[in-house]
C-alpha cells in the first residue's frame, strides 16, 4: 500500500527557515517524481516543486531561489527545504507522487506551516 | 503557464440528482487533465485521469469527458459523501496548474 506522511510543519517567523520531511512506503521515491503541492487556508491548490527520477528540480516561480527540493534515496525520503519565509507561504504543504503520465495518484495527509511573528 | 478556470464556484444539489461542473483551460491540454476530490481537513484524491479514466476504486457514478479546453466532471447520483469541494488540473505543461475548485453543497 502507498503511504506518504509528512512531517515538520510548524509556527516560524518571517525570514525563517523549515525543513518538511515526507516519509514514502510502498514505493520506491527515487524511481517516480515527486511533488510538493500546497494549500493556503481557505484556498485553492498550488503545485510548488518537483523532482523527477533522474534528479532534475524545478520550482513555481513564487518559491524559486528560496526552497529547494530533496530526496534521500536510503530513507525513502522526500525534503523541502524552505528558506526566507514569508507570511504569504503559510499553507498546507502536501508531499504527492506523481504517476506514469504526470498526474498526481497520491497524496499524503499534510502538514501546515504557519509563517508569523 | 496554463491558467485552468471552473465554473460553477458553488453547486447546489439535492442528494439523488446529477451534478455537472466544468472546467476550461487557457490553451490546449489535449486529454491531459485530471479531477480531484477535497474533503475538509482531507487531502486531495484522485478521481479521473486522462479526462475520462476513473481511477481504482471510484464509483462509476463518476464520469469525466472533453478534450483540448473544455472539460466536465459529472456525478450522475449524488451521494451524501460526494459533497466535497471539486478541483480541475492539467498535467499537459510544467508547471502542474489547478483550477480554483468547485464546492459541491447539499441544497
Known amino acids: 500500500e502507498v503511504q506518504l506522511v509528512e512531517t515538520g510543519g510548524g509556527l516560524i517567523q518571517p525570514g525563517g527557515s523549515l525543513r518538511l520531511s515526507c516519509a514514502a512506503s510502498?514505493?520506491?521515491?527515487?524511481?517516480?517524481?515527486m511533488s510538493w503541492v500546497r494549500q493556503a487556508p481557505g484556498k485553492g491548490l498550488e503545485w510548488v516543486s518537483v523532482?523527477?527520477?533522474?534528479?532534475?528540480?524545478y520550482y513555481a516561480d513564487s518559491v524559486k531561489g528560496r526552497f529547494t527540493i530533496s530526496r534521500d534515496n536510503s530513507k525513502n525520503t522526500l525534503y523541502l527545504q524552505m528558506n526566507s519565509l514569508r507570511a504569504e507561504d503559510t499553507a498546507v504543504y502536501y508531499c504527492?507522487?506523481?504517476?506514469?503520465?504526470?498526474?498526481?495518484?497520491?497524496w499524503g495527509q499534510g502538514t501546515l506551516v504557519t509563517v508569523s511573528s | 503557464e496554463i491558467v485552468m478556470m471552473q465554473s460553477p464556484a458553488t453547486l447546489s444539489v439535492s442528494p439523488g440528482e446529477r451534478a455537472t461542473l466544468s472546467c476550461r483551460a487557457s490553451q490546449s491540454v489535449s486529454s491531459n487533465l485530471a479531477w480531484y476530490q477535497q474533503k475538509p481537513g482531507q487531502a486531495p484524491r484522485l478521481l479521473i485521469y486522462g479526462a475520462s479514466t476513473r481511477a481504482t476504486g471510484i464509483p462509476a457514478r463518476f464520469s469525466g469527458s472533453g478534450s483540448g479546453t473544455e472539460f466536465t466532471l459529472t456525478i450522475s447520483s449524488l451521494q451524501s459523501e460526494d459533497f466535497a469541494v471539486y478541483y480541475c488540473?492539467?498535467?499537459?505543461?510544467?508547471?502542474?496548474?489547478f483550477g480554483g475548485g468547485t464546492k459541491v453543497e447539499i441544497k
Open positions: 523532482i523527477y527520477s533522474g534528479g532534475s528540480t
Open positions: 504527492a507522487r506523481i504517476g506514469d503520465h504526470l498526474y498526481i495518484d497520491y
Open positions: 510502498g514505493f520506491t521515491v527515487s524511481s517516480n517524481y
Open positions: 488540473q492539467q498535467y499537459n505543461n510544467w508547471p502542474l496548474t
